[in-house]
């Protein structure tokens, strides 16, 4: 995984690879497994980046913070920061 101290620009001849990666990448949603790159919390956001297909994770705070200047070297910004909202569902214990 990349971490965003690491980002690189990288040149790419094969772009439909890239493509194939991210898409592949992104088609998964986030769990509470995965954690921000800059300072460990769960992570709601994915950043797939247009140069290497790599992927970058934040959290909501960080991804707010980074959003305006990397999204746009991005094929895919997933957010699911909306889970933040939502109310977990209890099960009756019988």
């Given at each position: 995984?990349i971490?965003?101290?690491?980002?690189?620009v990288?040149?790419?001849?094969?772009i439909?690879?890239?493509?194939?990666?991210?898409?592949?990448?992104?088609?998964?949603?986030?769990?509470?497994?995965?954690?921000?790159?800059?300072?460990?919390?769960?992570?709601?956001?994915?950043?797939?980046?247009?140069?290497?297909?790599?992927?970058?994770?934040?959290?909501?705070?960080?991804?707010?913070?980074?959003?305006?200047?990397?999204?746009?070297q991005?094929?895919?910004?997933?957010?699911?920061?909306?889970?933040?909202?939502?109310?977990?569902?209890?099960?009756?214990?019988?």
């Amino acid at each position: 995984m990349i971490r965003a101290a690491e980002l690189v620009v990288l040149d790419t001849t094969d772009i439909e690879e890239v493509v194939m990666n991210a898409t592949s990448v992104a088609t998964r949603g986030l769990t509470a497994l995965d954690r921000c790159d800059r300072c460990g919390a769960q992570a709601y956001v994915r950043a797939v980046l247009a140069t290497s297909g790599g992927e970058l994770l934040f959290c909501a705070h960080h991804a707010r913070e980074v959003e305006s200047k990397l999204r746009p070297q991005t094929t895919e910004w997933q957010d699911e920061s909306s889970k933040l909202h939502e109310k977990p569902v209890f099960e009756d214990a019988d």
